[in-house]
């Protein structure tokens, strides 16, 4: 039976996902079907040209829904998206851990109800596939249905003759007849139903096994594909690590410039210093000309003109000493804000050079383990 349903059941595309059903009483809330998140896969049925959603949680089949052409599959959040099953009667909703994962279940969803209906227009021109899991006992059917068939034709040809309500004689006789043909027909019909009641169950419980065991596969190789995808990303990091080393690197080299132009700025400060020193002894000068003018002044107005020009220079001197003052003052400023940000920048570096190094350890003894787990 297992070949037969791998040959009918082909799965086409698989997600991990939480499993909810809607309320039958609330048609509100939402009821888990599954306490993990499980495997929902697609699966095109090649017999009966039918595509249907399926997820087994450990032997029981939590979702086997049809997909029709009238189905819409709805994304109510990043992460949650549901449809609509009228023929089982409920609502499916599926919790992902991601939203790339709901955008790739949502497509994959249009794809196979766009196949879905393409099928059904296909199928409108050709009679319908018998289930093969009642092709199984066709000869005994077949018999069964023969002689229902037979003793439905007798019972018919009772019943049309005339009632006969003696008690004594062939009407007796017949009136027996009719009534064993009856209780014949409803035994007969009772074995039948048992049969493809038997049917139904033994191809469910198959057809749960096989779910059980592609889902183990699945969980393999995707353990597989997650191992592998590990060590790439590994690899990444370590390249990104690398990669943010050089960096830094770089960056403890401009920091090495930066404080080079710091101590072009210290020259500056004290060519400033100096300059201001000038104009100082510039000041005194003017101070002691004007001393000696007033000692050896001739004339009240020429003195008084010269001492008017004096005043004028000295408040000049004065400005461009408060104006040197200020720009001695900012250039102090950002000496000590270049000061404090080289602190903090050797400090982030150092740190993220000790992290780096943690980092790289980590690294190693992870490909250490790697590789005794591999010659394992």
């Excluded at 959040?77 to 099953?85: I, V």
């Excluded at 018999?143 to 229902?148: F, H, V, W």
Aim: aromatic share 6%.
């Amino acid at each position: 039976m297992y070949p037969l349903h791998r040959e009918r059941e082909q799965p086409i595309f698989s997600a991990r996902a939480h499993v909810f059903q809607i309320d039958p009483t609330t048609k509100r809330n939402w009821i888990p079907a599954s306490k993990h998140s499980v495997t929902v896969s697609f699966f095109y049925d090649a017999t009966r040209n039918v595509y249907r959603i399926i997820s087994v949680g450990g032997t029981k089949a939590i979702i086997n829904s049809t997909i029709t052409p009238n189905m819409t599959f709805t994304k109510t959040s990043q992460k949650f998206g549901q449809w609509a099953d009228s023929r089982a009667n409920t609502v499916y909703g599926l919790g992902f851990s991601s939203e790339q994962q709901l955008q790739q279940f949502s497509e994959r969803f249009k794809e196979v109800k766009e196949a879905a209906r393409l099928a059904r227009e296909k199928s409108q021109d050709k009679p319908e596939l018998s289930n093969p899991a009642l092709s199984i006992a066709a000869p005994q059917m077949s018999q069964l249905l023969c002689r229902a068939s037979q003793l439905s034709q007798d019972m018919m040809e009772d019943l049309q003759s005339p009632p006969v309500l003696c008690i004594n004689g062939p009407g007796e006789e017949k009136l027996y007849r009719s009534q064993s043909a009856d209780i014949e027909l409803s035994s007969e019909k009772e074995r039948i139903k048992k049969m493809l009641s038997e049917g139904s169950i033994c191809e469910l419980s198959w057809e749960a096994e096989l779910f059980t065991l592609q889902d183990s596969n699945s969980k393999l190789v995707a353990a597989l594909h997650e191992a592998n995808a590990n060590v790439e990303q590994w690899k990444k990091q370590l390249s990104a690590y690398q990669e943010e080393t050089v960096r830094l690197r770089d960056q403890v080299a401009e920091l090495e410039a930066q404080g080079a132009r710091h101590a072009a700025c210290d020259i500056g400060k004290d060519e400033l210093n100096q300059s201001l020193e000038e104009l100082e002894a510039v000041l005194k000068a003017k101070d002691e000309e004007i001393h000696h003018l007033q000692s050896k002044k001739c004339d009240y107005n020429e003195v008084e003109q010269e001492r008017e020009e004096a005043v004028q220079r000295l408040q000049e001197v004065e400005s461009r000493n408060a104006e040197l003052e200020r720009r001695v003052h900012a250039l102090e400023q950002t000496l000590s804000n270049s000061l404090d940000e080289r602190s903090r920048a050797e400090n982030e570096v150092q740190r993220i050079i000790d992290i780096l190094d943690v980092k790289i350890f980590d690294l190693t003894d992870l490909r250490q383990s790697l590789a005794t787990l591999v010659h394992k």
